[in-house]
């Protein structure tokens, strides 16, 4: 690593030929002297709170300094330097990469070193409430995509002096701000090193889309769909995941935290059930799971109860088609099940005040045409949306996602072996969550292996108070939350 030159001059030779000094309109310097002593500040314009460089500025070249005490000059810059967050470099790769960072750097003419100031800026909005996890009554911030407004979100909700945030740069061009969030007394230390671990062998350009890029360095996910860290918005999910010893990655640019390790059932929970009473909030949850359910083997079933009407009670006899048509059943649950993924798909990708347009022509003229010119029979549109809402009523949109892969290979084995494909399809499905782990942790936990009273919790939403002990599964230090009543 080179060291930095003792003229200021030298210095710009070095950042032009580098860093593009004077190429670049928005890498800059500015020139001044003080007491006859060369000075130059470097910054990136965008990055930085200008006002605050022009306080720097007017506090520096105020200083006036008799000719018998100028080598002292470099103290008395960084003695005029009013913040509280100022450093020294001693090498021209840590000076370019503080200044990308959105700091400004100060050199000082004769100094082996220079100054560098935590002035940043970045441009980006205000905290508010996620549109992935509203809640009807709770807090209305949520994460931006500033690491540094994250994590002060998260400290204003744990106020607890063992909490820690390690900051890393990942790749080798973005160097990208990657924090590990953990509570030092609670979280496993060997998860935190491993983590740290994958995060420092990351050899790669940029982590451009940021969390999603990272997560699948760190768990090496492949080509399994299901989520295997759990992704939030909120601030209080991730503090609430905090306190019980999990820990968190915050990637700066992103609006989202990983939370690790996770389980399934982690991504079938929502923060309204904690904002209602026990009991509404377990009326809520099951709810939830059914539809949850309903949008993974409803569609399956009925189709394996239509296709072999002597595998149906006769309680059940409405089930199945009241009328033929000339197209398979297997091929109409099939286009109108991709087809609520192209209108998912143009949602997304549809401007806010046409997306509502476009749903009502979505459900009202291609539904019933499809209906009346015979490509569909009107149970398949109603069990396919009701398997959609079921989709849409899954907290974690990774899960619903791969609920949906699921449904659609449940649906071609029914297809094809009938009652056979139902179950060995779902045998093998069972099977592959119970071999799938995160961080060595059992996925389908606490289901399996099965632990009562942890499978009790995730059944109903008991009360706080009730909560004693922190999940196993995290193992962590202290596993004890609060004292039995009366202690």
Same mark, same amino acid.
């Given at each position: 690593?080179?060291?930095?030159? #003792?003229?200021? *001059? ?9 860093? *593009? ?14 007491? *006859? ?18 306080? #720097? ?30 450093? +020294? ?25 220079? =100054? /560098? ?15 992935? @996890?509203?809640?009807?009554? *709770? ?60 995060? !420092? ?13 990272? @997560?699948? =360095? ?21 503090? +609430? ?8 990655? =915050? ?9 690790? %390790? ?17 009991? /509404?909030?377990?009326?809520?949850? $099951? ?7 309903? &949008? ?5 079933? $009925? ?11 006769? &309680? ?38 046409? &997306? ?57 084995? /029914? $297809? ?20 799938? !782990?995160?961080?060595?942790?059992? =996925?389908? $936990?606490?289901?399996? %292996? ?15 108070? &009730? ?7 995290? !193992? ?6 609060? !004292? %039995?009543?009366?202690?």
């Amino acid at each position: 690593m080179q060291s930095l030159p #003792l003229k200021a *001059g030298q210095l710009d030779e070095i950042l032009t030929s580098r860093a *593009g000094l004077g190429e670049s309109f928005d890498f800059m310097v500015r020139k001044f002297v003080v007491s *006859g002593t060369p000075v130059h500040l470097y910054a990136v314009n965008g990055l930085c709170d200008t006002l605050f460089i022009m306080q #720097l500025l007017e506090e520096v070249v105020e200083i006036d300094v008799p000719k018998n005490e100028r080598s002292h000059i470099s103290s008395l810059v960084h003695n005029r330097l009013i913040h509280q967050s100022v450093e +020294t470099v001693d090498t021209v790769d840590d000076l370019i990469r503080q200044v990308f960072s959105g700091l400004i750097a100060i050199k000082v003419e004769g100094d082996r070193h220079a =100054y /560098v100031v935590d002035v940043r800026s970045y441009p980006g909005r205000q905290p508010e409430e996620p549109d992935t @996890e509203k809640v009807v009554r *709770g807090s209305r911030d949520g994460f931006v995509e500033n690491i540094i407004v994250n994590t002060a979100l998260t400290r204003r909700r744990i106020r607890d002096e063992r909490i820690r945030f390690d900051m890393m740069e990942v790749g080798q061009r973005s160097k990208a701000d990657v924090a590990v969030g953990y509570i030092k007394d609670l979280a496993n230390q060997d998860l935190v090193d491993a983590i740290k671990k994958e995060l !420092k062998a990351i050899d790669v350009d940029g982590l451009t889309m940021t969390d999603k890029s990272l @997560e699948e =360095y760190i768990v090496k996910q492949g080509f399994n769909p299901y989520p295997l860290v759990r992704f939030t918005e909120r601030a209080d999910i991730a503090s +609430t995941h905090l306190l019980e010893g999990h820990v968190c990655i =915050y990637v700066d640019t992103s609006p989202s935290v990983m939370i690790t %390790p996770t389980t399934y059932f982690h991504h079938v929970q929502h923060a309204e059930e904690f904002r209602q009473s026990p009991a /509404v909030g377990t009326f809520i949850r $099951w709810i939830r799971l059914m539809g949850i359910i309903s &949008s993974l083997i409803l569609l399956p079933l $009925w189709y394996l109860l239509a296709i072999d009407p002597d595998l149906r009670p006769e &309680s059940l006899a409405f089930l199945g088609m009241k009328e033929d048509t000339n197209v398979p059943l297997i091929l109409q649950l099939l286009i109108a099940d991709i087809g609520i993924e192209f209108l998912r798909i143009a949602a997304i990708h549809t401007p806010t005040p046409l &997306s509502t347009a476009m749903g009502l022509i979505a459900a009202v003229l291609i539904g019933q045409i499809a209906i009346d010119v015979g490509l569909f029979v009107p149970e398949v549109i109603l069990y396919v949306a009701i398997a959609a809402i079921g989709t849409f009523a899954t907290p974690s949109y990774e899960l619903s996602v791969a609920n949906k892969m699921v449904r659609v290979s449940l649906l071609l084995l /029914v $297809w094809i072996f009938h009652i056979d494909g139902l179950v060995i399809g779902l045998t093998i499905y069972i099977l592959y969550l119970m071999n799938t !782990k995160s961080f060595s942790t059992p =996925y389908l $936990w606490p289901l399996a %292996p099965f632990r009562p009273k942890a499978m009790l919790r995730i059944i109903m939403r008991l009360p706080m108070t &009730s909560a004693m002990l922190r999940p196993m599964i995290v !193992k962590t230090k202290d596993r004890v939350r609060q !004292k %039995p009543t009366g202690e």
